[in-house]
């Protein structure tokens, strides 16, 4: 069974920067697609970030070039630094596991964590 743990979440004005973690229970790292989405009332979850066991990095249009998605495989951890935050990077952020390679569909992810807030307003 794997637990995923979000962390990082809280609010910021806009232009700031916050750093979300992720940490799993299991050693999954190394051998799955991982992704960050987020969600916001009445929206389905989106995509935002992934990186494949290759380390490949896959990004949503709205967040490229402002968040970074790494992980650090002795810590079991999965990050996403997003800098230059804006009113709608808003929402509810979840980090996931993929059932088996790259997918920028929830449907395609077999393992959540219970997510992490993140609001930027003035």
């Known amino acids: 069974q794997v637990e995923l743990v979000e962390s990082g979440g809280t609010s910021v004005q806009p232009g700031s920067s916050l750093r979300l973690s992720c940490v799993a229970s299991?050693?999954?790292?190394?051998?799955?697609?991982l992704a960050w989405f987020r969600q916001t009332p009445g929206k389905d979850r989106e995509f935002v970030a992934g990186?494949?066991?290759?380390?490949?990095?896959y990004y949503s249009d709205s967040v490229k070039g402002r968040f970074t998605i790494s992980r650090d495989g002795g810590r079991n951890t999965l990050y996403l630094q997003m800098n230059n935050l804006k009113t709608e990077d808003t929402a509810d952020y979840y980090c996931?596991?993929?059932?088996?390679?790259?997918?920028?569909?929830?449907?395609?992810?077999?393992?959540w964590g219970q997510g992490t807030q993140v609001t930027v307003s003035a």
């Open positions: 299991g050693r999954i790292y190394s051998s799955h697609f």
């Open positions: 990186l494949r066991p290759s380390g490949n990095l």
């Open positions: 996931a596991v993929a059932r088996s390679g790259y997918s920028r569909q929830s449907r395609d992810f077999e393992h």
